[in-house]
């Protein structure tokens, strides 16, 4: 594979202005938007403060992506009748935005916690509260209370976070917050901390390895799959094992994007695409343990779903990315004009790890998604 950045792929790692204090006005991200022959950033930014009127989930009760998609699309170089088109055809599946139904403020905003259907309640109090106390103050004063519930939706309430801080936007951001409280239930108690000495993956080698094998769930969808496996006994005592350290948060990414390799599952993408939208919520959270350990406990219970694979070897991922052919360019121009929202996302998202990892990994899956890899 030619890993040889291109000039609108080169550049310095993207950072918030200020990452280590939390700042969280964010620098242009690492694909040029101009040199991609993208949107303009006011048609993005219209299109995305429009979709602020539609509910975050769908008529069909799954996570609206329309925001997330625009950006992606936009981001790989999209443009805007390419933004227009999209927003037309994804907007049929939307709702409007449900009426508030009570007032929350400081005192009781932690009883709509994973209460679904109060996007807009949960919406207007962070929207006040950003008004009053800036972005900063109010990502570092309420992520705490939410990140038991990380793993939510499988991750979309995060992931929409994510992308609303990309964005830049304070309506977004107070979207983005409520929507990850919205989801923000808890998987489950986490389990009791032991002296540990395995790392990430391990702890899910031991998974793979159980004897008799844990049972996979039949959920009907991923959250409550993972929701179900959390409370298992021998999952727990294995996630309970687990060593945190201070590159726990790499080994979460790196664990992440082999088991999307390996398995190329609908589950493990969000596992990849999760992993990068809690790192980009991190320079506002304290408690970074506690933040790993509930990232843990979703993403080990979202692969033990999938039946806990066992991951390839080193050897087969070299022979993954060996036998990708695709260029960066290609795999990205898939990304912008594709109807499915999960491939944009998954692009955007492996480049941009990519640019910041330099593993070329993160290419190949991309490619393998968009369909341009017969690896």
């Known amino acids: 594979m030619n890993v040889v950045r291109p000039a609108q792929f080169r550049g ?11 700042s969280w006005r964010v620098q242009r991200h690492l694909i040029t938007i101009e040199s991609m022959g993208g949107a303009d950033e006011q048609t993005l930014m219209g299109l995305l403060d429009d979709e602020l009127n539609f509910d975050p989930t769908t008529t069909d009760a799954l996570t609206n992506h329309l925001p997330m998609a625009l950006l992606a699309k936009s981001r790989l170089g999209a443009d805007a009748d390419e933004l227009l088109r999209f927003k037309a055809k994804y907007q049929r599946r939307l709702q409007p935005l449900k009426k508030s139904e009570r007032q929350l403020d400081q005192s009781n905003w932690t009883s709509a916690i994973g209460r679904r259907g109060a996007a807009t309640d949960l919406r207007r109090y962070f929207a006040r509260s950003i008004a009053e106390h800036g972005v900063d103050a109010v990502l570092r004063t309420h992520l705490s209370a939410l990140l038991a519930g990380i793993g ?44 540990g000495s395995g790392g990430v993956s391990e702890i899910a080698n031991a998974l793979s390895r159980s004897d008799p094998p844990l049972s996979v769930p039949k959920g009907w969808n991923i959250g409550e799959r993972m929701r179900e496996v959390a409370g298992d006994e021998r999952f727990q005592d294995a996630v309970g094992s687990l060593q945190f350290t201070d590159d726990t948060e790499s080994q979460l990414a790196e664990f992440s994007l082999r088991l999307f390799a390996t398995s190329g599952d609908f589950t493990s993408l ?29 993403l080990l219970a979202a692969y033990v ?45 492996a480049h941009t790890r990519w640019t910041e990892s330099d593993d070329p990994l993160y290419l190949a899956v991309a490619a393998r998604h968009a369909g341009l890899s017969d690896s």
């Open 305 to 349: 779903t999938l039946g806990a694979p066992p991951i390839w070897s080193q050897s087969r991922l070299d022979e993954f990315v060996s036998l990708d052919r695709s260029s960066v360019m290609d795999v990205a121009a898939v990304g912008a004009s594709s109807d499915d929202e999960h491939v944009s996302k998954l692009i955007y998202t």
């Open 152 to 195: 939510g939706g499988a991750f979309h309430g995060v992931i929409r976070l994510s992308y609303a801080l990309d964005s830049a936007s304070p309506a977004r951001i107070a979207a983005g917050l409520a929507y990850l409280a919205e989801l923000g239930d808890a998987l489950g108690p986490l389990p009791d901390r032991r002296l």
């Open 270 to 298: 969000h596992g990849v695409t999760g992993m990068a939208a809690v790192s980009s919520i991190r320079p506002w959270v304290e408690d970074v343990v506690a933040l790993d350990r509930y990232t843990v406990q979703a």
């Open 12 to 22: 310095s790692r993207s950072r918030r202005s200020g990452a280590e204090d939390g």
